[in-house]
């Protein structure tokens, strides 16, 4: 009987390649996956599930994971504003982990006896599958041809062609991978320390001029609407934002940073909703929270969207820091007034019946309404005492 391998497969020329490798050369029996987390329509997956067929895949699977992976990864970026490098959304770092959590459980479910994954040795997604699998499935063959083999694209070429394989060879001038929490872009441009993507290069062009006042709608931290409209899940609110904010060129990014193999890489990306959606949820924190609330935030947050990033969404810790996040959202709830415009936007502000800038307890730089004049002397005083004792100290102590 043959093993059974389950291949995690996108349908381009990697994941093509190692259909026919292992069931050609290898005498697996093939069952390949696509997860969808929110960035192929239906026609694209029909199209997808046919090649996989065509090439000798003894059965595909498409699962679509969007919502599940918004409510397992996504919201908890959202819950801690977080941009890696200050800039980064986690766009294809975050989605690769859902997509590896799939692969695993359906591999359970068919009962492969390997899964593989067309990836290379050079980048960070080989490290994210290997890790999920080897958690997720011990004792079951995890096998990379592309990495093993150390091919290049000529040579995959080169085989599928002699095999009959009929796809499209010509390798796009742009590398591009979209999903609902933003999309990567990678060229010349990005493989060196300067350069900019030309206008072209953009998955969505810029064909809106002017400006658009909009308005967010926040309910515990989440998206659930944006103007009038609402919505039942946040998926639909951020794929509705992309609609309207995409035009205009906004998210769009060179993201530069440090890989988990431990080199550095630059990629552009796009991602308007995501990153309106984050900077809308900061101002309306800001506003809703304590002081110390933000500060363990801003801490704990970058922790956990680097510890995302290298792919250990499966640590235990992980579950502990989204528990504190989720309880942080208790009062983030109102609505965020913003300004869109070509490549920029502008937060306007907030309402919010838990807006701690209330004019009844005083007016920064104005007046206050809760203490007086005489409780500052007292304050002032009282919280400067250590360190006035110290300089009194010292200067005693220098003069002997």
Not at 1 to 15: C, I, R
Not at 360 to 381: A, H, I, R, S
Request: glycine share 10%.
């Amino acid at each position: 009987m043959k093993k059974k391998v389950l291949l995690a497969f996108s349908g381009g020329l990697d994941t093509s390649f190692c259909v026919k490798y292992l069931r050609d050369d290898k005498g697996y029996e093939v069952h390949t996956i696509t997860v969808n987390t929110g960035g192929f329509d239906d026609a694209e997956l029909g199209r997808i599930e046919k090649h996989a067929l065509s090439l000798g895949s003894a059965g595909h699977c498409t699962v679509d994971e969007t919502r599940n992976y918004y409510d397992t990864v996504i919201r908890f970026l959202i819950y801690g504003n977080v941009l890696k490098n200050n800039a980064y959304p986690l766009s294809v770092s975050a989605e690769r982990m859902s997509q590896a959590l799939a692969t695993a459980r359906y591999a359970r479910e068919i009962g492969a006896n390997a899964v593989a994954h067309g990836s290379t040795g050079a980048g960070n997604d080989q490290v994210r599958f290997d890790m999920v699998f080897n958690i997720l499935l011990p004792g079951v063959e995890i096998i990379t041809p592309i990495r093993d083999l150390k091919l290049s694209r000529e040579a995959e070429i080169g085989y599928l062609k002699e095999r009959g394989v009929s796809m499209n060879f010509d390798k796009a001038r742009y590398s591009i991978n979209k999903g609902i929490w933003g999309t990567s872009v990678g060229g010349q441009e990005t493989l060196n320390s300067l350069g900019m993507l030309p206008e072209e290069a953009w998955p969505t062009q810029v064909t809106k001029s002017g400006s658009e006042r909009i308005v967010l709608t926040f309910e515990q931290g989440e998206l659930k609407g944006v103007n009038e409209n609402s919505f039942a899940h946040p998926v639909e609110a951020i794929q509705y934002l992309q609609q309207i904010a995409g035009p205009f060129g906004i998210g769009r990014e060179i993201h530069v940073g440090d890989t988990i193999i431990g080199i550095k890489g630059r990629v552009g990306f796009e991602a308007a909703a995501p990153i309106l959606i984050i900077k809308a949820h900061h101002a309306l924190e800001k506003h809703v929270l304590t002081k110390w609330q933000l500060s363990w935030k801003d801490q704990l947050s970058l922790f956990y969207g680097n510890w995302l990033h290298e792919g250990q969404y499966l640590d235990p810790v992980m579950r502990d820091l989204e528990s504190f996040l989720s309880s942080t959202q208790q009062n983030v709830t109102g609505k965020v007034y913003v300004e869109l415009m070509p490549y920029r936007f502008q937060v306007m502000g907030i309402e919010s019946a838990y807006d701690l800038m209330s004019s009844k307890f005083g007016k920064y730089g104005e007046m206050n309404l809760g203490w007086t004049g005489d409780d500052v002397k007292g304050f002032t005083k009282i919280f400067g005492n250590q360190v006035s004792i110290y300089h009194q100290v010292k200067e005693a102590a220098e003069k002997h």
